[in-house]
């Protein structure tokens, strides 16, 4: 999957299409027959549609985040993020408190 088509699949997954997401960051529709190509945009580019997705500029480019995160956490990100709005800060604090039970109990 190159640049462009995994761009489009973001873009459906978030509820637009990549002419709408770039009419909205105020850039060009004439580069994406490049990207459909293969061409990359340039960083300042990428870094506008990764911060407007929600999204890291790895993933964009490689379908996947590359971080020091293993797989446990690598879940834990993706699953918050595909939490709705209104659910996140519940999870946040289940989250805070399940730990702080957890470091309780430890110190025992």
């Given at each position: 999957?190159n640049?462009?088509e995994?761009l489009?699949?973001i873009c ?5 299409t990549?002419t ?5 960051l ?5 580069s994406?027959g490049?990207?459909k190509k293969g061409?990359?945009?340039?960083g300042d580019i990428?870094?506008k549609?990764?911060?407007y997705l929600?999204?890291?500029i ?11 995160l293993?797989s446990?956490e690598k879940?834990?990100v993706e699953?918050y993020?595909?939490?709705?709005e209104?659910?996140?800060y ?6 805070e ?9 430890n110190?025992?």
């Amino acid at each position: 999957m190159n640049f462009y088509e995994r761009l489009r699949e973001i873009c459906k997954k978030k509820g637009t299409t990549v002419t709408n997401m770039l009419s909205k960051l105020g850039i060009s529709t004439g580069s994406t027959g490049n990207w459909k190509k293969g061409q990359l945009p340039k960083g300042d580019i990428l870094i506008k549609i990764a911060d407007y997705l929600n999204t890291s500029i790895d993933y964009i480019l490689f379908g996947e985040f590359r971080s020091d995160l293993n797989s446990d956490e690598k879940q834990l990100v993706e699953l918050y993020r595909i939490t709705p709005e209104r659910a996140k800060y519940k999870v946040i604090c289940d989250m805070e408190k399940i730990v702080q039970e957890e470091i309780r109990k430890n110190s025992k």
